[in-house]
């Protein structure tokens, strides 16, 4: 087993001493005056580039211990030798002043969790298990404290979709779903794979693949004895099952609430999740406290008397992609659920219990921005913005009366932050160092009326090291969704293309987040119309500032920015190229082979009574021959979310009718990419495109590897 670094003490860690660059520096200084002139030397700053990616640090998912001394959260970096992302657990203290990284597995780590008695720092990771019937897949493990080796604590057959600690550390919360094949021993023979037989509704998703009856279930797991019990009487499979999702303890130990889909007669075919409680014992039966004809989601909070749950309830039944998420607060006896915040016509993030218990956190996105909000659970209504300035708020948490977050911004990478009343306190800075070496172009906000009246908002970056009265070439980069938002939070590809020499215009155009329910509900079965209405006025007040090149723009677009993006080439000769990722222009063709079948239903209809509308949806592949726009298309073979057919298909059209096409199909990726080379080589095949077609430089001759040189030269 290999060893985990770890506190010797709860409250005291021990210190891993590193030699500063600038120690350095001094000790160079004693030996040789000028070694250390040449050491202060400081290089020229640059633009952020492909290279840059396997520098930097990810900062994510913080939770603060129980005393709120110590928060432990993940850093995850690229394994260029293997070529994919490794995460690790690292801990900082609440001043901020020790920061210890605690795990070092070529398997990384992740999910921390503090046991509520604070003796243990949990996490899952994939490692290979001891014993000759170790189970495969993620487990959970524990690491003392005090220090010591990092020890397996479940061995479950089942995939773990999540864990949480019982109030009083003796029982963990397991999410569990049966795997699609078993899971074999140790030097066991392969089995042969076997035919997927579907007969659900709903029979495929992105990551998780053909959907079979199979569900998350809860699983209660007694940490002594290593007992594994299910917590409900729901069936595990086979007709009329349901999952349990976003399982989560009452403060006294004694209640279970988690959201399911339990919708008669068919869950697959009404997006329906409510909230149930159950108590905390084997075989229970669970209670269903909501009603809303659409969505009550998780993650859940409860109050401190156990008497109450936070969730969030949808605003939109049956419109689930537009459906904005407010604070609600359900009690445990039943009765109607109180709206909390019913004025914010806005969405809100996982709702988060403040210290005291009075009021509840949560993350609120508003117009180019992500700021915390405090919401009391008195019924007041009221929002209080607690952080300020322009960025973006993530992974909120609460212990022992300290709140931790992400926090990132236009300059800067998301790192953790303690939030101190409405005042922000860094505690980690993982990328400082690189930050240091690299010229972040600043970003700025833009608006424009819309030729039907409305008012469109987005940003503008300019390119690193732009001077003031010229003209530079621009790319149009459309955010997906369609309901999420481009704001002021670190941006890689808004930095990579200003670093590459081009503005970046975003637009948060009608359908977008941010703006309300109406500016979101704005697209619904209108797709390709509002939205391109508004990239336009944008792009005209872009253009408009005199700060861009209006012969040298290029439009693109991942997701249903990929599909906005043909639906803008379809619509509009005025880009000089373009780069579809993950996107379609075929509507018609689309039903059924994505995962958004009721999206479909409830939005669109079923093609056989709306096929009017479907055609006109679909007028990007329909009126192929009316593109003249030089198009990169992209997609990874396993997306189940939009699959590369929808590429393909405009691949195909646009070579039939002459104008440049080019298709990258990136094996074994979904809809988001995984594979850090593959992410770099996206970086490069866009920057490629562009500068071919929008300013007319040739790419340059990709460089052969040592090793093929010398092939080479030997023959």
Known sequence: MEFEGGPEDAKLPPMRLQTSSYSAAVLGCALSLSVCLGAQTVPAKHGITPDD??????????????????????????????????????????????????????????EPQWSPDGKWLAFTTGREAEGEHAAKGEQVWVMDRRGGEAQQLTNVKQELQGYRWSPDSKTLLLTLQERDEPVEDKGAKPAPPKPIVIDRYHYKEDRVGFLTEKEPHLYLFDVATKKLSKLTNAPVDGAG???????TWSPDGTMVAFT???????????????????????????????????????????????KEIIYRQGTAPHYSIYDLRQMAMVSVAGGEPKMLAPKLDGWVGAPVLAPGGHAVLTAVPQDREEWVGEIPLNGSGSVTRLTKGSGAASGLDEGGGHVALLWSTDAAPAELYALEGDSLRKLTGHNDALLATLEVAPTENIEAKTKDGSEV???LTMPVGYVAGAKAPMILFIHGGPTAQDQHGFDLSRQMFAAHGYAVLQVNYRGSTGRGQAYSMAISGDW??????????????????????????????????????????????????????????NLLGFYGIDQYILQYQDELGAPWKNLDLYVKLSYP?????????????????????????????????????????????????????????????????????????????????????AEEKKDKDTD
């Open 53 to 110: 990616l396997v520098k930097m640090a990810r900062v994510g998912a913080p939770v603060v211990s129980p005393d709120g001394a110590w928060i432990a959260y993940t850093v995850s970096r690229i394994d260029a030798h293997d070529d994919k992302n490794l995460t690790q657990l690292w801990m900082v203290s609440w001043d901020g002043k020790q920061d210890v990284q605690l795990t070092f597995s070529k398997d990384g780590a992740g």
């Open 241 to 247: 099952s349901y999952g349990e999702e976003s399982g």
């Open 457 to 459: 908002h987005g940003l």
């Open 260 to 306: 399911s889909n339990q919708s008669k007669p068919d869950p697959d075919r009404v997006a329906n999740p409510d909230v149930f409680v159950v108590d905390a014992k084997a075989g229970a039966a669970p209670r269903q406290l909501t009603t809303f004809a659409g969505t009550d989601s998780g993650p859940l909070a409860w109050t401190k008397d156990s």
């Open 528 to 585: 390709g119309d509002k939205e391109v209405i508004d990239l336009m006025a944008l792009t005209d007040a872009a253009v408009a500032t005199g700060k861009i090149d209006e012969n040298q723009m290029g439009v693109g677009g991942w997701s249903y920015g990929g599909i906005l993006t043909d639906y803008t080439i379809a619509s509009t000769t005025r880009f000089k190229a373009a780069s579809s990722g993950a996107g379609m222009g």
């Open 621 to 705: 592949f329909l009126h192929a021959d009316r593109i003249k726009t030089p198009t990169l298309f992209m997609g990874g073979d396993k997306d189940f979310n939009v699959p590369v057919e929808g590429g393909e298909q405009m691949y195909e059209a646009l070579r039939a009718v002459g104008t440049p096409a080019e298709l990258i199909v990136y094996p074994g990726q979904f809809h988001g990419f995984t594979r850090p080379s593959f992410i770099k080589q996206r970086y490069q095949s866009w920057f490629d495109w562009y500068d071919k077609y929008v300013r007319g430089i040739a790419p340059k001759p990709v460089e052969k590897k």
